[in-house]
């Protein structure tokens, strides 16, 4: 099959396709293992399937004994993410679940704020984000900052997946 990726699935050397394929599977995966919805449900709304899923990402999911499969509890999949920095949104990447969990929880946050309740944001100030890299990156909780990117319509909640091409 032609978006089916190569052995030893490298992500930077996908081609455009195979990335929004690969990004769509991580998706779903995420979707999963948030909401408890069964792989093969998730993966559909993000517009893919299972079989996909396990072809590019086998290490995430898990063979139940009735033949089934779930999502493991964490995954090394590589993500791009965004998020809104001092500096405007930025786009980075990380192969931990547990970042993109901890990026999407700041997201929620924001949306909130936006909709009138401040708290989930203060539980973001004065921390920071660690990427694969050792890079930190602040959590934005600049009220002000997070206003003008709002105003300029920097700030989606569509996702936090910036797109692959």
């Not at 769509?24 to 993966?43: F, H, Q, Y």
């Not at 050792?134 to 997070?146: A, C, S």
Request: no cysteine; charged share 30%; glycine share 6%.
């Amino acid at each position: 099959m032609a978006d089916q990726p190569r052995r030893n699935l490298d992500f930077r050397t996908l081609r455009p396709r195979q990335r929004e394929t690969y990004q769509r599977v991580a998706r779903g995966i995420t979707e999963s293992r948030w909401t408890g919805k069964n792989p093969r449900l998730a993966l559909r709304e993000m517009g893919t399937s299972l079989e996909t899923g396990l072809a590019f990402a086998p290490e995430a999911f898990e063979q139940l004994p009735d033949g089934t499969y779930r999502v493991r509890g964490t995954d090394d999949l590589v993500r791009i993410l965004r998020m809104p920095t001092a500096s405007g949104v930025t786009d980075f990447e990380t192969r931990s679940s547990l970042v993109a969990s901890e990026v999407a929880r700041y997201d929620n946050a924001i949306e909130a704020w936006l909709g009138g309740n401040p708290y989930p944001l203060r539980e973001f100030r004065n921390r920071r984000l660690v990427l694969d890299d050792g890079r930190r990156v602040d959590f934005l909780t600049d009220e002000d900052v997070l206003l003008k990117l709002a105003r300029r319509g920097e700030l989606s909640f569509e996702s936090i997946y910036a797109t692959t091409d």
